[in-house]
């Protein structure tokens, strides 16, 4: 059974740097072909993709955001972590990870999302 | 970034209608579109990849077609549990864009 999990919904500061964890079971980010990457979602709004890391450690980014984000994976760990520094309130919003595969491109497998706050 | 333009953005339809729902994309993009079904409050959920590969185990009443740059989700038999917002997405060139999505509702 493939599970993916975010850390727990947080409230950062604006300026502050916002630290997501996805720990992910069922399948091996060290195996050919597969991916994990993050789509945030502000409240009522659409999906937007945010950055993907294969298992080859491949990065791609949004372009908008390149910038301010960092994505890093430990396969030992079965864990991917995004970074997003000088956050702002419009990147209040939930925070999803999920498994992709290089050949197909699609998210086949969510994690049930986080909630993250920027507030003073 | 390519655009992708969904419509409608709305959709109001019975159980048992069938409902088809399109997106354009900004430039060509082959086969590499994904729809997603988001239920309220609730992750995303694959539904179609490559344009008219139905993910495993969703219902057969959903299908996917289009090639290029215009895309269509079909509904046939709309059930209960269909009434959700559907997302496409280009997996063509990065940043993978989602289109602004598409809410069923009932009528």
């Known amino acids: 059974q493939i599970t993916l999990k975010e850390s727990d919904p947080t409230l950062v500061k604006p300026t502050q740097t916002l630290t997501l964890t996805c720990t992910f079971s069922?399948?091996?980010?060290?195996?050919?072909?597969?991916?994990v990457g993050w789509v945030r979602q502000p409240p009522g709004k659409a999906l937007e993709w945010l950055a993907v890391i294969y298992w080859d450690d491949d990065k791609r980014y949004s372009p908008s955001l390149k910038s301010r984000l960092t994505i890093a994976k430990d396969t030992s760990k079965n864990q991917v972590v995004l970074t997003m520094t000088f956050m702002d309130p419009v990147d209040t919003a939930t925070y999803y990870c999920?498994?992709?595969?290089?050949?197909?491109?699609?998210?086949?497998?969510w994690g049930q999302g986080t909630l993250v706050t920027v507030s003073s | 970034d390519i655009q992708m333009t969904q419509s409608p953005s709305s959709v109001s339809a019975s159980v048992g209608d069938t409902v088809t729902i399109t997106c354009r994309a900004s430039q060509g993009i082959s086969r590499w579109v994904a729809w997603y079904q988001q239920i309220a409050g609730k992750a995303p959920k694959l539904l179609i990849y490559a344009a008219s590969n139905l993910q495993s185990g969703v219902p057969s009443r959903f299908s996917g077609s289009g090639s290029g740059t215009d895309f269509t989700l079909t509904i046939s038999s709309l059930q209960p549990e269909d009434f959700a917002t559907y997302f496409c997405?280009?997996?063509?060139?990065?940043?993978?864009?989602f289109g602004q999505g598409t809410k069923v509702e009932i009528k």
């Open positions: 069922g399948f091996s980010l060290s195996a050919d072909d597969v991916g």
């Open positions: 999920a498994r992709t595969f290089y050949s197909r491109s699609s998210f086949d497998s």
């Open positions: 997405q280009q997996a063509n060139t990065f940043p993978y864009t």
